[in-house]
């Protein structure tokens, strides 16, 4: 069974550019979410969807959007980019049950010159 | 207040001992607890989940979980080398379709 899959894998891009970054959920899964890791806040989450709709959203700036296909395969853009925004950009797939295991894809190692 | 708290490390332990990794939460509405493991430079991977109170056990590994507490734990038998990594404790809630994770404990298995 294929596993998350994130693309691309490596990003860099200039301060004021616009990123979108992939996400293919594990095959059954409709639940996406995503998160921001660095190395001074830890795992920040970002949105979850399901359905194509979304559901929760985390505490960043208006920049940072998403969205899912009806395939459950999720993208998540970041507009304007700023230095701050290198990190590494997870996503995580899981089914919509209680519990709710995550797996995640490889991550986005996406850095901001 | 942080919603998931680990101890940063390193827990440095001799391989072959029990290492001990200890998470608190601040969220009583959480109901399922999570470990991941993470290498340096890669994504996280599930190792445990844990609902109920009680002890259980995968292998090496045992999830421990006190509700009454706030209080999730890993313990790790065996401790290998290739045990080396950051372990990272997660809290989900239900309603919420999110996971809090903690910021990790670094663990160091010594040869």
């Known amino acids: 069974k294929a596993g998350v899959t994130q693309t691309p894998r490596y990003l860099i891009k200039t301060r004021g550019q616009q990123v979108t970054l992939s996400c293919s959920p594990i095959s059954g899964h409709r639940s996406v979410s995503w998160y921001q890791q660095t190395p001074g806040q830890g795992l920040q989450f970002l949105f979850e969807y399901f359905s194509e709709t979304q559901r929760n959203k985390g505490n960043f700036p208006g920049r940072f959007s998403g969205r899912q296909f009806s395939n459950s395969r999720s993208e998540m853009n970041v507009s304007t980019l700023e230095l701050g925004d290198s990190a590494l950009y997870l996503c995580?797939?899981?089914?919509?049950?209680?519990?709710?295991?995550?797996?995640f894809g490889q991550g986005t190692r996406l850095t901001v010159v | 207040q942080k919603e998931v708290e680990q101890n940063s490390g390193p827990l440095s332990v001799p391989e072959g001992a029990i290492a001990s990794l200890n998470c608190t939460y601040s969220?009583?509405?959480?109901?399922?607890f999570f470990w991941y493991r993470q290498y340096s430079g890669k994504s996280p991977e599930l190792i445990m989940s844990i609902y109920s109170n009680g002890d259980k056990e995968d292998g090496r590994f045992t999830a421990q979980l006190n509700k009454a507490s706030q209080y999730v734990s890993l313990l790790i038998r065996d401790s290998q080398p290739s045990d080396s990594a950051t372990y990272l404790c997660a809290a989900f809630t239900s309603g919420t379709y999110k996971y809090i994770f903690g910021t990790g404990t670094r663990l160091k298995v010594l040869a």
């Open positions: 995580a797939s899981s089914m919509d049950t209680t519990p709710a295991e995550a797996f």
């Open positions: 969220d009583r509405g959480s109901q399922s």
